[in-house]
């Protein structure tokens, strides 16, 4: 339900440097499945980084095995600096998140 939205707020950052990544932690014969909605959605243009891990790698076991487990979808926001500002950011279609973004953006890396 959110990737209208996540392509909206691309779409009114597409000028900013900023990357989009999804990753989806699925079962390799939903990989057909999978490409299908990332063109329905426009997810699969220029700004985005989509990936698939499968449900048994290292990553997903690390992502589920996290101490609070993981909401599906998840949002992260990390800064100019690679560090994580936000591991639960609010959801595309919530309009603070807009203003997260911008602030992380508008934010010198030097006065953390």
Do not use: C
């Not at 909206?8 to 490409?35: E, G, Q, Y």
């Not at 220029?46 to 449900?55: E, K, P, S, T």
């Amino acid at each position: 339900m959110e990737m209208p939205a996540s392509v909206a707020l691309h779409d009114k950052l597409k000028d900013k440097p900023i990357s989009f990544v999804n990753i989806t932690v699925d079962i390799p014969k939903d990989k057909d499945k999978w490409k299908k909605a990332l063109a329905k959605y426009s997810l699969n243009k220029a700004g985005y980084q989509n990936f698939m891990i499968d449900v048994k790698s290292p990553l997903a076991v690390f992502i589920h095995g996290m101490p609070n487990g993981v909401s599906v979808p998840q949002y992260v926001l990390i800064d100019k600096t690679g560090q994580v500002a936000a591991m639960e950011a609010k959801r595309p279609s919530d309009p603070l998140l807009l203003e997260e973004m911008l602030n992380l953006l508008n934010k010198n890396p030097d006065n953390k």
